[in-house]
């Protein structure tokens, strides 16, 4: 066998004819002789018709007074995830798996509570004269200022700020009427309730009490039950369903969101 140097040009040609073909990572599709790597799934872009049923399905479920302290996470997003696939406004789009709907709610979250601050501070430094939109031009820009991003969430923004969790503690100024500063009756120009009227206030309080919780008790069982028949519908499949039973769910599902 003929010798040859490490170095010369045949044992380079050699090598060079041995070595396989590098592995592009960045392109758009895997190659066929790498069959670990899959081609990524396209994102779907949440319209904002379904960022309102996601917010309605989250308020339902959250404030649910039979429900809402028992209810482990999954099982919590998995209603979630019911509600809003069985939701009449997005009849004909493509349903959402319920993780898609914690990820998508962790954003809408996060993004709306960031505004609610630049919100509250666009208030507190609203000037005469200025009117909502002025505000909410000051917020955006105190937004865009804060985290060098557009809020583009706005929607979800409306839908939320009167909760108690996204409410502003701030009010808006508002114009004085023509015709002069308001006036405000003194606190010594309202008389107390005389003896009689207090006696019968007290008397009718208990009543009013009692009726009050009756009220609040028939209403809870009356959500419980509907609930649970609403819970049986979802969980058969709906191609079993009869038309009776398929106008049932819609019904309740609408009541419930």
């Given at each position: ?6 170095h010369s040009?045949?044992f380079?040609?050699?090598?060079a ?11 758009a ?10 081609k ?20 339902n479920?959250?404030?649910d007074?039979?429900?809402?302290n ?7 997003w ?19 798996h ?11 979250n ?15 430094e609203?000037?005469s004269?200025?009117?909502?939109n ?19 969430l706005?929607?979800?923004w409306?839908e939320l ?6 409410r ?6 508002e ?10 009756a ?19 309080k208990p009543?009013?009490?009692a ?16 609930q ?16 009776h ?13």
């Amino acid at each position: 066998m003929d010798s040859f140097s490490l170095h010369s040009p045949r044992f380079v040609n050699m090598l060079a004819s041995q070595s396989s073909p590098p592995l592009d990572v960045d392109s758009a599709e895997a190659p066929v002789t790498s069959p670990g790597l899959v081609k990524p799934v396209e994102r779907r872009k949440w319209s904002t018709k379904e960022d309102i049923v996601l917010i309605s399905a989250w308020l339902n479920t959250s404030k649910d007074p039979i429900f809402s302290n028992e209810q482990k996470l999954g099982s919590f997003w998995k209603r979630i995830g019911e509600y809003f696939n069985s939701s009449h406004h997005l009849v004909g789009s493509l349903p959402r798996h319920w993780s898609q709907c914690k990820h998508r709610w962790g954003r809408v979250n996060a993004e709306v509570c960031r505004f609610v601050g630049c919100h509250e501070s666009a208030l507190k430094e609203q000037s005469s004269g200025q009117t909502e939109n002025d505000v909410m031009k000051a917020a955006h820009d105190i937004f865009f200022n804060d985290y060098n991003v557009k809020f583009t969430l706005e929607h979800c923004w409306r839908e939320l700020r009167f909760d108690q969790k996204w409410r502003s503690h701030s009010q808006p100024k508002e114009k004085s009427k023509e015709g002069g500063p308001q006036v405000v009756a003194d606190e010594e120009e309202v008389r107390p309730p005389g003896v009689k009227a207090s006696k019968a206030a007290k008397r009718k309080k208990p009543n009013e009490a009692a009726f009050d919780r009756i009220q609040t008790i028939l209403a809870q069982k009356n959500t419980l039950s509907k609930q649970k028949i609403l819970d049986r519908l979802l969980a058969k499949n709906i191609d079993t369903l009869s038309d009776h039973e398929v106008a049932l769910k819609n019904k309740l599902i609408s009541e419930m969101l």
